[in-house]
């Protein structure tokens, strides 16, 4: 395709700018129209950007024959809704996370998508941050061995949300980072969680993910700590990997340390275990801006037809484990089966 993707960002609130001016910096693609409601906001995008056209109207942009992707960056609940409107009018879509309010509707766009053979793709942005690559690089590489546990904290002092328990908050970059590391999804989420300030609000919750290969993580999140954390322990079989997104530079270390068992042994006495400690370091990782990344991914995904590392399946995954976790909160912890053929499309005839 020679000519430019025409494209059409709806909602211009808090993120809508920001892929504005990252699909327009890109040179394949046209930003022809930007939508929203609010007047104001329109206004401001129309200053910043004199070329794109502001409308209200979402039927003129999905009506427009010239556009090719429609990306979805309003609240969630009116994802669904514009998401399924742009590809019935056979427009590629990228949303913002999450994807649906629902694994049904969810399942739904992933469907419609795959009959309309258009591109379905999900804003997890963190999956295209230069150090999550890296990390993915260095797992799938073999050399930190068979990954045993993954232990992720997200952690601040606020802000509340009124709507969503912190788990939906802040959970959805912890959850999308370990299925993009594992390949696999779970096969149960458990999930505990107390509310403290907001009847009913969960604002600290501990997720627990069991995978049917005997892998195991951990998501603990909170509204309720002093301090900002950001961080993931992948821990393998031969080594560890300590990714810190709030560290400015080394944001990737890498321990060479391992617990080994002995081969054999005959007799309890002669049992001991190994403990290996080695060094540590940090990798260099070039920044970039991971929102530029992801842009042109969504773009690349069009032009190419392959499915993007964030598909409407990786989103519909996430809601998912966000509903089994709400069931488990409900039920004291309990365990909650995850339907993994949910998403699954049929073959073509």
Known sequence: MDRKIAIAVVGCGYWGPNLIRNFSALPQCLVRYVCDKDGKRLAHMKQLYPQVEATADFGKVVGDGDVNAVVVATPVHLHYELAKKSLEAGKHVF??????????????????????KLTLMVGHTFIYSAPVRRIREIVRSGDIGEIQYISSRRL?????????????????????????????????VNCQGKAHINKDIEDVTNMSLNFDNGGFATIHSSWLDPNKVREMVIVGSKRMIVYDDNQPLEKIKIYDKRVETPPHYDTFAEFQYSYHYGDMYAPYIKQVEPLKVECQ????????GKMPDTSGLDGLRVIQILEASSRSLKNGGAKVEIDRTLGAVPAPA
């Open 95 to 116: 949303v913002e996370k999450p994807m649906t309010q629902t694994s049904e509707q969810g399942n739904d766009l992933v469907q419609l998508a795959a009959k309309k």
């Open 156 to 188: 601040n002092l606020g802000l509340f949300q009124k709507d969503i328990n912190v788990a939906w908050d802040l959970a959805p970059h912890d959850i999308s980072i370990i299925l993009h590391l594992l390949g696999t999804p779970p096969i149960s």
């Open 297 to 304: 991914h969504f773009l690349d995904s069009i032009l190419s």
